[in-house]
């Protein structure tokens, strides 16, 4: 069992900067593919960067390709989501999920996740 705990939202302008985070529980964290995923409002939840278990592979959303970098510190059971260049179509709820153990490749579907973060909000504004 992975709990997940999302931290760092807030209230951004265009062109802003914002670091998510996101705490794990449990001492296999290292196992687990990481990713995160945002929900705006009346839409649906949509991936956004995943990390492998070592951080040797990274995936991303074309909409935020160059302009986010997902992180990981597998000492301190933290994955990271750094979002710069910041967009009013970046607002969302964003999420952390985690693999099932010792998948190498990390996932862009949301249904490979098994375990879910309650969510932190980001808000933009132009």
């Known amino acids: 069992q992975v709990q997940l705990v999302e931290s760092g939202g807030g209230l951004v302008q265009a062109g802003d900067s914002l670091r998510l985070s996101c705490a794990a529980s449990?001492?296999?964290?290292?196992?687990?593919?990481m990713g995160w995923f945002r929900q705006a409002p009346g839409k649906e939840r949509e991936f956004v960067a995943a990390i492998s278990w070592n951080g040797g592979y990274r995936n991303y959303a074309d909409s935020v390709k160059g302009r986010f970098t997902i992180s990981r510190d597998n000492a301190k059971n933290t994955v990271y989501l750094q979002m710069n260049s910041m967009k009013p179509e970046d607002t969302a709820i964003y999420y952390c999920?985690?693999?099932?153990?010792?998948?190498?490749?990390?996932?862009?579907?949301?249904?490979?996740?098994?375990?879910w973060g309650q969510g932190t909000q980001v808000t933009g504004s132009s």
């Open positions: 999920a985690a693999t099932r153990p010792s998948i190498s490749i990390p996932p862009m579907t949301l249904g490979d996740y098994v375990y």
């Open positions: 449990g001492r296999t964290f290292s196992s687990y593919a």
